[in-house]
C-alpha cells in the first residue's frame, strides 16, 4: 500500500497511527483497500483529487 501512494512504510504506519486511512486487522498483519484508504485521503485533503 505505501508503494501505491508513493509514501515510505513509516508514513503509512503514522497514518494508521492516526487513524487517518481504514484498515483492516488480520492476525498480526495489516490490510488495506485501496479504494477506501484513498477516498479517505481525498476527503481529509478536501479536495476531489484532480487538484492541479
Not at 4 to 19: E, Y
Not at 26 to 45: D, H, K, M, T, Y
Amino acid at each position: 500500500m505505501a508503494a501505491q501512494l508513493n509514501i515510505s512504510d513509516r508514513g503509512l504506519r503514522r497514518l494508521v497511527a492516526a487513524d487517518r486511512i481504514p484498515y483492516y486487522r488480520v492476525g498480526r498483519e495489516l490490510r488495506f483497500n485501496p479504494a477506501e484508504v484513498l477516498r479517505a485521503l481525498r476527503s481529509q485533503a478536501g479536495g476531489d483529487g484532480n487538484a492541479a
